[in-house]
């Protein structure tokens, strides 16, 4: 059955040029979920710091 | 660079270790505000019976509003009922501890005071009681803030905040907010 995305006589292997691609790409990923892990992490001790904390004694 | 598959697992248990890093961080912070700056979510378990509310008990109309007990406590008791609360305003001295009690003849209500950490359920049945210091004086808006029925936007009362000079109780240790 051939398939119609891959042509039937690519190579079984990948070149240098997509395996470093697929290499690099991790590292974006993590960046990305970094940067947005640590704005949570900053937005929810601001909120901690300048509104829950000032706002007094409760309980 | 995660090439082969012991990269990926390093990468995986160091982002696990950042993760619980943050975990650490808020659960360190919690337990300070609740141990050193007694910061706790209100928690009482009291029952009373939400049918005679208002016959019986400490929730009868002439004990509603602010009152400074025997022991120097200020009490305030507030009835939350659809649409309103009763009383309507209650007076508080500033920078002295407060301990709010309130109940519901009906459904359930909720309660927050603007610009402090005042924020509690209030559930038929049971009596909500929250103790805080008020900070700053002034009129400060308590809205219900638990969908109550279709007046529940109109239902409002007021927290006057006064300096402990001007909170006054009469002869029976009363305040309100006069006319």
Known sequence: MSDPIVPADAPETLTQQQLHALRA????????????????????LLIYLLLYLPRGMVG | MAS?????????????????????????????????????????VERLDPKSLHLTGEFTEPNLGTRVEGNGQVTT????????????CVVVPEGREVTLRLSSADVIHGILVTGTNVNTMVVPGYVAQVHTVFQRTG????PCHEFCGLGHSQMYARVRVVPQSEFRPDAQGRANCGP
Not at chain 2, 9 to 25: D, K, P, Q, T
Not at chain 2, 77 to 88: E, L, S
């Open chain 2, 77 to 88: 008791r507030i009835v939350a009922t659809q649409f309103a609360f009763v009383p309507q």
């Open chain 2, 139 to 142: 009129d400060l808006l308590m």
């Open chain 1, 25 to 44: 790409m991790p590292v974006g990923a993590l960046a990305l979920s970094g940067v947005a892990v640590l704005l949570l992490l900053i937005a929810w």
């Open chain 2, 4 to 44: 082969t598959e012991h990269d990926v697992e390093r990468s995986e248990l160091r982002w696990a270790g950042a993760a619980l890093g943050f975990v650490g961080i808020i659960f360190a912070l919690t337990l300070f505000a609740a141990l050193a700056l007694q910061r706790n979510p209100p928690s009482n």
